[in-house]
T-cell receptor, first 115, second 116 residues
Framework: DVKVTQSSRYLVKRTGEKVFLECVQD?????MFWYRQDPGLGLRLIYF???????EKGDIPEGYSVSREKKERFSLILESASTNQTSMYLC??????????????FGPGTRLTVL | AQKITQTQPGMFVQEKEAVTLDCTYD???????LFWYKQPSSGEMIFLIY??????QNATEGRYSLNFQKARKSANLVISASQLGDSAMYFC?????????????FGTGTRLLVSP
């Protein structure tokens, strides 16, 4: 079974703190993704990575950075957390084969609250 | 520009009845894939069904089927014989093959409530 794990289910941080969200997948997937989910807005892509040390901006990268030093691990970093980054963060991974069908497998999510 | 539109914020259905969740999309890429995911209250996203733009038949997976109308750019999810456990958020998503990188664009979701 594909498994995507995230370091925390719930996290509470203070404004200005540096926050690390960790994601690990165990299926040797090339692609990894970070989304945030907000009510009424669906899932929005923050960053994704298609290989180790490679990253691409998604639709809402401002205020975030990422790191992928190992294939199985993709970290999302909030350099200086702000209250508008309070959200549910979802990590996903997928294979990189060509063609249309490659489902993304999701982690359980991290609900981050910034006070 | 939003590429996936789910116009139903919430839907109600009685147990054992069928329900259709709407999804329309917009793309100029002739090659694309459409996905439906379920998100129960626990938060994890569960893949349900996939439809490729060149697939001749509508996709089916157990009680889930996808009503794919290419000319109308719609990919509605049909759940037959609803069960209480189907109560969840449902997201439609699209991948444009030629953009590469396997990116998905999601709709805003539909919350389905199944009543006894």
């Amino acid at each position: 079974d594909v498994k995507v794990t995230q370091s925390s289910r719930y996290l509470v941080k203070r404004t200005g703190e540096k926050v690390f969200l960790e994601c690990v997948q165990d299926m040797d997937h090339e692609n990894m993704f970070w989304y945030r989910q907000d009510p009424g807005l669906g899932l929005r892509l923050i960053y994704f990575s298609y290989d180790v040390k490679m990253k691409e901006k998604g639709d809402i990268p401002e205020g975030y950075s990422v790191s992928r030093e190992k294939k199985e691990r993709f970290s999302l970093i909030l350099e200086s957390a702000s209250t508008n980054q309070t959200s549910m963060y979802l990590c996903a991974s997928s294979l990189s084969t060509s063609g249309g069908y490659n489902e993304q497998f999701f982690g359980p999510g991290t609900r981050l609250t910034v006070l | 520009a939003q590429k996936i539109t789910q116009t139903q914020p919430g839907m109600f259905v009685q147990e054992k009845e069928a329900v259709t969740l709407d999804c329309t999309y917009d793309t100029s890429d002739p090659s694309y894939g459409l996905f439906w995911y379920k998100q129960p209250s626990s938060g994890e996203m569960i893949f349900l069904i996939y439809q490729g733009s060149y697939d001749q038949q509508n996709a089916t997976e157990g009680r889930y089927s996808l009503n794919f109308q290419k000319a109308r750019k719609s990919a509605n999810l049909v759940i037959s014989a609803s069960q209480l456990g189907d109560s969840a958020m449902y997201f439609c998503a699209m991948r444009e093959v030629n953009t590469g990188f396997q990116k998905l664009v999601f709709g805003t979701g539909t919350r389905l409530l199944v009543s006894p």
